[in-house]
């Protein structure tokens, strides 16, 4: 079992920065990757960003390349998720999410935390 814990989420006006951090626990993650979804009110999930472990491959939504940036620190077993620009748009709970191996574009994850919300101000 992996546990997820998010953090960092908050109230932000349009085009200001938010950095999200999700605490990883209970395996190793060695040969797992690690995402970050969203979900806006009445919307579907979208998969936003995700990255390997092990290697520095990473994966961005279309729409939040090069605003988002995801990283992690293997060390302290966090995943990060440094949003900038933010747009009203951007708004929804912001969830961290792991899954052994599998390719970083396959949005099918077993773990996952229980969310963060991120609210952007016009």
């Known amino acids: 079992q992996v546990q997820l814990v998010e953090s960092g989420g908050g109230l932000v006006q349009a085009g200001g920065s938010l950095r999200l951090s999700c605490a990883a626990s209970?395996?190793?993650?060695?040969?797992?990757?690690l995402g970050w979804f969203r979900q806006a009110p009445g919307k579907e999930r979208e998969y936003v960003a995700a990255?390997?472990?092990?290697?520095?491959?990473?994966y961005y939504l279309d729409s939040v390349k090069g605003r988002f940036t995801i990283s992690r620190d293997n060390a302290k077993n966090e995943v990060y998720l440094q949003m900038n620009s933010l747009q009203p748009e951007d708004t929804a709970v912001y969830y961290c999410?792991?899954?052994?191996?599998?390719?970083?574009?396959?949005?099918?994850?077993?773990?996952w935390g229980q969310g963060t919300q991120v609210t952007v101000s016009s």
């Open positions: 209970g395996r190793t993650l060695t040969s797992y990757r």
């Open positions: 999410a792991a899954d052994f191996a599998g390719a970083l574009a396959d949005t099918r994850y077993d773990y």
């Open positions: 990255i390997r472990w092990s290697e520095p491959t990473t």
